[in-house]
Protein backbone atom coordinates (compact mmCIF):
# COMPACT_ATOMS: atom_id res chain seq x y z
CA UNK A 1 0.00 0.00 0.00
CA UNK A 2 1.17 3.79 -0.72
CA UNK A 3 1.27 6.58 1.46
CA UNK A 4 -1.75 8.84 2.07
CA UNK A 5 -0.45 11.67 0.73
CA UNK A 6 -2.23 13.27 -2.23
CA UNK A 7 0.00 13.69 -4.89
CA UNK A 8 -2.18 15.65 -7.32
CA UNK A 9 -2.92 18.31 -4.50
CA UNK A 10 0.48 19.29 -5.25
CA UNK A 11 0.69 20.12 -8.47
CA UNK A 12 0.29 23.66 -10.27
CA UNK A 13 -2.43 24.14 -12.76
CA UNK A 14 0.02 23.85 -16.28
CA UNK A 15 0.89 19.98 -14.53
CA UNK A 16 -2.67 18.76 -15.29
CA UNK A 17 -4.52 21.39 -17.70
CA UNK A 18 -3.69 21.60 -21.18
CA UNK A 19 -6.28 24.35 -21.72
CA UNK A 20 -6.48 24.73 -25.83
CA UNK A 21 -8.86 27.59 -27.42
CA UNK A 22 -9.34 26.41 -31.06
CA UNK A 23 -10.09 28.52 -34.46
CA UNK A 24 -10.53 26.61 -37.64
CA UNK A 25 -7.26 23.98 -37.87
CA UNK A 26 -5.40 26.44 -35.54
CA UNK A 27 -4.97 26.41 -31.71
CA UNK A 28 -5.40 30.28 -31.33
CA UNK A 29 -3.60 29.89 -27.72
CA UNK A 30 -2.65 26.91 -25.33
CA UNK A 31 -0.15 26.38 -23.00
CA UNK A 32 2.97 26.69 -24.96
CA UNK A 33 1.30 30.02 -26.80
CA UNK A 34 0.42 31.42 -23.65
CA UNK A 35 4.42 30.77 -21.90
CA UNK A 36 6.04 31.96 -25.43
CA UNK A 37 4.14 35.06 -25.18
CA UNK A 38 5.28 35.40 -21.52
CA UNK A 39 9.00 34.78 -22.55
CA UNK A 40 8.29 37.29 -25.51
CA UNK A 41 7.60 39.86 -22.69
CA UNK A 42 10.42 39.35 -20.75
CA UNK A 43 13.22 39.36 -23.82
CA UNK A 44 12.12 41.04 -25.86
CA UNK A 45 12.03 39.03 -28.80
CA UNK A 46 11.30 36.08 -30.55
CA UNK A 47 14.52 34.70 -31.16
CA UNK A 48 15.42 35.19 -27.12
CA UNK A 49 11.96 33.57 -25.97
CA UNK A 50 12.25 30.77 -28.27
CA UNK A 51 15.79 29.86 -26.62
CA UNK A 52 14.75 30.58 -23.60
CA UNK A 53 12.01 27.69 -23.99
CA UNK A 54 14.02 25.69 -25.78
CA UNK A 55 12.58 25.96 -29.73
CA UNK A 56 14.03 27.30 -32.70
CA UNK A 57 13.20 31.06 -33.90
CA UNK A 58 11.65 29.23 -36.99
CA UNK A 59 9.15 27.61 -34.32
CA UNK A 60 8.54 30.53 -32.15
CA UNK A 61 7.91 32.76 -35.28
CA UNK A 62 5.71 30.18 -36.94
CA UNK A 63 3.46 30.10 -33.50
CA UNK A 64 3.53 33.92 -32.94
CA UNK A 65 2.25 33.79 -37.06
CA UNK A 66 -0.56 31.35 -36.03
CA UNK A 67 -1.70 33.66 -32.99
CA UNK A 68 -1.79 37.07 -35.15
CA UNK A 69 -3.36 35.19 -37.68
CA UNK A 70 -6.31 34.04 -35.21
CA UNK A 71 -6.99 37.07 -33.60
CA UNK A 72 -8.64 40.56 -34.86
CA UNK A 73 -5.48 42.33 -34.85
CA UNK A 74 -1.76 41.46 -34.07
CA UNK A 75 -0.79 39.70 -30.51
CA UNK A 76 2.59 40.18 -31.13
CA UNK A 77 4.34 43.09 -33.07
CA UNK A 78 8.23 42.43 -34.91
CA UNK A 79 10.96 45.29 -35.34
CA UNK A 80 13.22 44.44 -37.68
CA UNK A 81 16.88 44.48 -36.97
CA UNK A 82 19.97 46.81 -37.84
CA UNK A 83 22.27 49.32 -35.90
CA UNK A 84 19.49 49.83 -33.23
CA UNK A 85 18.58 46.30 -33.11
CA UNK A 86 15.48 44.52 -33.58
CA UNK A 87 12.73 42.93 -30.72
CA UNK A 88 9.51 42.05 -30.89
CA UNK A 89 6.78 43.63 -28.95
CA UNK A 90 2.95 41.39 -27.21
CA UNK A 91 0.26 44.15 -28.03
CA UNK A 92 -2.03 45.50 -25.73
CA UNK A 93 -4.50 43.12 -27.49
CA UNK A 94 -1.65 40.01 -26.68
CA UNK A 95 -1.58 40.93 -23.38
CA UNK A 96 -5.35 41.35 -22.95
CA UNK A 97 -5.29 37.57 -24.63
CA UNK A 98 -2.98 36.12 -22.55
CA UNK A 99 -4.12 37.69 -19.05
CA UNK A 100 -8.13 36.06 -20.06
CA UNK A 101 -6.39 32.74 -20.89
CA UNK A 102 -4.84 32.51 -17.90
CA UNK A 103 -7.62 33.48 -15.91
CA UNK A 104 -9.81 30.77 -17.63
CA UNK A 105 -7.08 28.22 -16.66
CA UNK A 106 -7.47 29.48 -13.01
CA UNK A 107 -11.28 28.85 -13.17
CA UNK A 108 -10.89 25.39 -14.16
CA UNK A 109 -8.58 24.29 -11.74
CA UNK A 110 -10.81 25.91 -9.09
CA UNK A 111 -13.69 23.73 -10.74
CA UNK A 112 -11.30 20.30 -10.94
CA UNK A 113 -9.92 20.83 -7.01
CA UNK A 114 -12.74 18.64 -5.36
CA UNK A 115 -12.94 15.95 -8.10
CA UNK A 116 -8.60 15.61 -8.46
CA UNK A 117 -8.46 15.11 -4.51
CA UNK A 118 -10.68 12.14 -4.92
CA UNK A 119 -9.23 10.74 -8.14
CA UNK A 120 -5.68 11.05 -6.68
CA UNK A 121 -7.10 8.69 -3.44
CA UNK A 122 -7.33 6.04 -6.52
CA UNK A 123 -3.69 6.04 -8.14
CA UNK A 124 -0.70 4.48 -6.48
CA UNK A 125 1.27 6.14 -4.23
CA UNK A 126 5.27 7.13 -4.99
Not at 35 to 42: P, V
Not at 110 to 117: K, T, W
Request: proline share 6%.
Amino acid sequence: MGRSREPAMDLQPQQVLRLRIPLEDFIAMGPGKATLLEAILETGSISAAGRRLGMSYRKAWQLVDQMNHCFTSPVVTAMTGGAGGGGARVTELGLEALRQYRALETRAWEAIQPGLGAFSRLLQQP
